[in-house]
């Protein structure tokens, strides 16, 4: 304790000087200064946000000058036009004109709206690299081009109309799915004409985007490239500290396809963050287990540069994100080992459909990792597991995860049976019919089955937050389903024949 | 930082003098000295969250020398006898003893239980007044008075009996109304009779109310006064910063007809509000966007008065709250533009139903708001936005959300449809045979697909926080209600048939 | 506020001085430094987490000295080897060596990996013994030996087949259950061999053990002792705060059987939890009311030593319980008074079955505590409430508890009526056909009747969070749940005819 009073004082000092000397050091370019002398009245809550980030208060010069593990920037030069000025509007807003569709004139500057990975590049190229990588920069493919999931889309977002006794689909519109899957997923951002506005400043011309709103982590920008930085480093402070809390993955990742939040919540590793986690320190970079946290959030497994106190590397910083795991567990009929691209339009399984497995669900391995790519995979978890946890432990966790992936795949198999002998008898209509395979109540029941309930058990699993792997939208629910699709079954037989 | 350093330590210093000043000024009166004699015993836990409040930190007449913006009196005079006193016990619970049916004789002061709205408008008149205007201030009536909601209620709370194979509903009684729908609309609290209790200070006589506790937002009270302040400035603290936070708001717009704070937990805003609250200032005032905090809450859209960092004020305070909202997106059936009267039991609708749409969607206009009110309350909640954001996202939004209301209302036009096709054809008994539209299964699936999914919906448009109008209560369960409701239909009719 | 300052410098002074006292006291075992000496590298986080817990920084010694009220450590002398060192690795993973069957060499120390509440109890015998009288001590045997409450395990588990038109349940294994319902429950741990294992220190051999990982509340360990401390005062920092904030609680009591977190969220208390707890202080002992929190976490009404501030205590420390709650809410099909057992698979009703009801809801009343023993239960909780709320108050709240009991025990016979006509009428198999009462679809239905609806209704009348007793999971789901399950009876009679 003495230790602590004293380094209180050394720090108070410290700041002192570094303070003086820093902001000596810190030039804000003239474009900035001049964005900021209106926004600072027209937006005052962006600046004031830009204002206390570290984009504000460091050049990219006192970057490259820090020692390798604890740099944030990634490039190893900046254009020298940047080097000695701190990040500022200009900077971002104003750079790679040409490339932009969506630069506009702007009180003498040329100015683009969606600020891009492309952009955030000239600082951070490592990890915009990494992120083309990830499955998640290619959420707006996936999604749209995948004639099965695309289907999903269009019976979940398509208005319905009930006419003659019958209920007619309505193709879904571009607002409707920016509104919702796009939302996550990422929209197309395209310039669709000009607007005169009145505004604080008098009347301005600003361009109209359709897709805008949109921070989606798969979005197409105006300038072809794809994903958004934002998604996880909000704009205006691009923080590393939210980046790291769980909040950031709950705006996707909470819903009950993919309640990795809510499993992470009920788990111990939750309940110590939600305890504890005011007192960590959510911008020390690299991330010092024990020290800087005492549990782990996403980021600490699937994103962070990870060293113990001592400056030994566990994990390194990685914006691919699925290096560190083995399967895809969720948004599949099936869990199986992640595909070998993430642009995943590209499989075929052995019936022509675009999806990692069989209907029945055996793997379409040649577009999946290896079992060695899978190991690989698993040890890097498993490294940073042993961080805080015995083997013993580790061994009997991944055993337990493997054999969930196991059985929820063979839940869903009985209810893939049910719905094919549905198909079968005519109860419903699906693939032999040349029918959308989700617009049915039967069909819909099918993909709770895998698209929450399944997915829900597997994440409980992963993570240790058993409640939704039993009656939060886990076993339970997997359990009643069967028995009402078979229901649901056989009702509908009988009342069809009734009805002939 | 050499400014954060300097500012603190002269902040020390003014501590110091003010503190010093100020507990000279303050004074408690006689009878309040009186009441904390025992109840610092007898209920300490009350005491001292009275003794951090701000109530008991400053008298009125200090209050009244504040610049108006830091204002949060909104009286400008007040009674002589509360001016130089802090607002303790009995300055509250002894005000209004007349009007007051619950006043009763506690060791020699005419003391109430439940303070009101109208004891708090001694020195807050203003907020009182245009509390009355807000929808919730009339909550019970509205719910009570009406004779659809209040069937609605009736058939949620009401016991159902099995007897020789039908379910036959009871009368919802007051306590579990009290536990149920007025839990958050207010119950009518009233003095049933007198009870003598033996208590830490011997035997002592209390008064019996009905309704109580309670302090739900359309409170019926003892001395005719409708609402309660502590609903979301809860006693005995009264605190700005915990209303200001959207866990008050979440007591009651949580669940799945009201999802509002689960929505705004999965937008932008609520994730860099549970990274960064804990460094936010909630009892600054005014409220000053990108100083005292960087994301809005419920508060900063819909109630506080926010400024800039140079006191040009962005929004002014109101407690109608609805006055920065054009439509009324939940509780109905179909979405429409927000009454003109807080007391919606006035409403008539073309077939004679008290509801501001008819059946199938058409708005009771003459009830409603112009659209010219409609735009001047969208430009007041968009002058908010534009604080952090540009025209085109500002614009992009609210198109989106237009968009959204008509779909989902389109969504519940397709389930309209199927019930009163299911009337009609007698599978289901509604309007036609004066029955309730409610207690039977159908009609429960109906009231799901706008009380939950349109509604939750709606929510994820307004609020940016799309899980909510994809697969959590969203349009999934919208979409998949149709089929079931279509499945039901047919299933229904033919069992009928075939039981004739 | 001058008050405030003027400790703050005291406390410096005063830190200046007992910490130099502090450390020179401090004295960690030889043994335990061997450990730390190694897995300050291979699990650097578990050590810096344990350097920051009070087992690293007082010795039982220091402990036995405090103040009675303010003493953690409960036996009045410890074993003289521990008395002058801090609690360390090797004082908890090496003692009771020959009664730890999990017990294996590792670098010449007789070590085990599970750390029990017999190794505990060295130091805290008190909380052992009182948490045995707790019903989640046998949370394990009462799920496991209860054939009914085993065959709802088997029947939420067992993984289906579809099988010539039929779903067929396989067996529950272990892995799924220790994934699932054991995840809380407690599994039983064995050790089924050893396994070397490659590690950072070379290869070394560890025992394999079944049913780890788990820190269930009633697990069976290898020393033969049953439940986990770790349940709740999470390794390794094993602290008291953890303990006290609902999100401990949340990680077995959050799911929709068993709402109570998500009740207390929506709660007044909750939010007030919320929006202040980071003011409050976690770690006091004793745990003063309005000075240290003013709003109650679970701990604080069922486990928690509460006093006043005058050292008065409100609540004595249990760590049984149930001891202030007079009804089992939860759990059960119908509510009734607590088992005066917390074995109970002893529990036979007048059918013969092990449930504490009649299938219709008379208690069993001589396995049940007394109406005497209830009274005095509730008592101790509404002392608690006294500490801030008034006897009108408290009176209105447990009247409507009770009430509620009533009603949501009517809305399960209804529900238990319906399926008795769906056995008797041969539409499902149940008690009369020695078939399983949770296998078809109508069953899954009733059980949801209680162990979901009946259940959250209760929570949201015994902890005022409305929302759990109207929308989410309450009255409105009771209510439909009811008409869907005579639809289906009625469906499934009409099919069955026809199909004959």
Redesign the interface.
Known sequence: ??R??LSSLVL?AL??C???N??AKLRISKATKTCLSCHR?????????WE?SIHAQKTPEMALKEPKLKRCISATKVPVRFKNVVVGCAECHTINPNSHKDTFNHNGFRVH?VVTPKDCAVCHPVEVKQYDKNIMAHAYKNLMKNPVYHNLLA????????VH?K?IYKKP?S??N????L??HGTKVKVKGY?V?E?KMGE?K????SG??N?GVGRLNPDGSIGSCTSCH?RH?F?I??AR?P??C???H????VPAYKVY????H???Y???A?KWNFTAVPWV???DF?APTCATCHISLIT???G?IIAKRTHQMNDRSPWRLFGLIYACPHPKSPDTTIIKNKMGLPLPTELTGQPASRYLISKKEMKIRLNRMENIC????????V???F??LK??ID?TN??TL??T??LL?AWQKGAAKGLGQKDSIF???IE?MWVEQW??YANSTRF??AM?G???????N???YM??N???M???L???L??D???K
Chains 1, 2, 3 share one sequence.
Request: hydrophobic content about 35%; aromatic content about 8%; some cysteine.
């Open positions: 304790m003495k602590l009073i108070l700041l002192w570094v303070s003086s820093a902001q009245y027209v937006s005052p809550g962006i600046v004031a946000q206390k709206v019976t979940t977002n398509g208005v319905q109309e009930f006794g209920l519109d607002k409707t920016a509104d919702s899957c939302y996550c607007k506005v505004t301005m600003f361009p109209i985007l805008w709103p921070s909000p402070s923080s500290s939210v809390k909040y950031t709950a705006q996707c909470k819903g009950p396809d919540m009920v788990s111990k939750g309940n110590i939600a305890s504890k005011n287990v024990g020290k005492t113990d106190g001592h030994h042993l961080a805080c946890h015995s083997h013993s432990l061994n009997g966790h055993e337990r054999h969930t059985t063979a839940m009985a209810a049976k049910i002998e617009n049915e109540a819909k698209l929450f409980a699993a240790s058993a409640d939704y792997g039993a009656f939060a886990g076993r339970w359990s009643k069967l028995q009402q078979l229901d649901w056989n009702f509908k009988t009342v024949k009734m009805n």
